[in-house]
């Protein structure tokens, strides 16, 4: 398995509070991303890193903001969360050339 | 990146060869084609990939045609634990993120 943490695994909060999930590499890999999945909807591109401090947004970016100050962590912060914001996020390694994704466990996310 | 279209849902006999369309009647000539599946609560697996050739590892086999507007992934015997969600996404090489679409949900029935 490809070596990705997600932290933490669950979590439930309250709208308007901040929250921050992690993710967490051992590959060294250049790329990472964020994903959210919902019923009904594949995954959805949150925001993406192609290097330390180089992030880009994705399909779904409005309400989050990611940062990457070394190449193991990428974070992604709900800075005021929203019941919209409830899913289950997804990281994933990888990517580049090949195209070939390692994802981790995924973090379930509920705001009430 | 060129556009997906997958049945919503597919079923296949246990045992038997599942073979999933997909099709990217605008794809562009650097365009690669991915196959992914995700097994239930799971993070997204990658199956195989292609660009002309067919394609075939220990997982799947992938058939592009020759026009390469469409693809099929074919799990040649399928097994109770290929049920899953299968995504098939065209991308360019390099630094371009995969998005995926919802896929085809295939049921393996005993």
């Known amino acids: 398995d490809a070596g990705i943490t997600q932290s933490p695994r669950h979590k439930v909060t309250e709208t308007g509070t901040p929250v921050t999930l992690r993710c967490h590499q051992t590959e060294n890999h250049r790329y990472m991303y964020w994903y959210r999945q919902d019923p009904g909807h594949g995954l959805r591109l949150i925001h993406y890193?192609?290097?330390?401090?180089?992030?880009d947004k994705g399909e779904v970016s409005d309400g989050y903001s990611v940062s990457r100050s070394k190449t193991e962590d990428f974070l992604l912060t709900l800075e005021s969360a929203t019941s919209s914001q409830t899913s289950v996020y997804f990281c994933?390694?990888?990517?580049?050339?090949?195209?070939?994704?390692?994802f981790g466990e995924g973090s379930r996310l509920t705001v009430l | 990146d060129a556009k997906t279209t997958q049945p919503p849902s597919m079923d296949c006999a246990e045992g038997r060869a599942a073979n999933l369309p997909c099709n990217h009647s605008t794809i562009s000539g650097n365009e690669y084609v991915y196959w992914y599946r995700q097994i239930h609560s799971q993070g997204p697996q990658y199956i195989i990939h292609g660009l002309k050739n067919n394609e075939t590892n220990e997982m799947a086999s992938l058939i592009i045609t020759e026009d390469r507007k469409s693809s099929t992934l074919i799990l040649p015997h399928a097994t109770l634990r290929d049920t899953a969600v299968y995504y098939c996404?065209?991308?360019?090489?390099?630094?371009?993120?995969?998005?995926f679409g919802k896929g085809t949900r295939l049921s393996v029935i005993a």
């Open positions: 890193s192609y290097g330390v401090k180089d992030t």
């Open positions: 996404i065209v991308r360019r090489s390099g630094n371009t993120p995969l998005v």
């Open positions: 994933a390694i990888g990517g580049g050339n090949t195209g070939e994704l390692f």
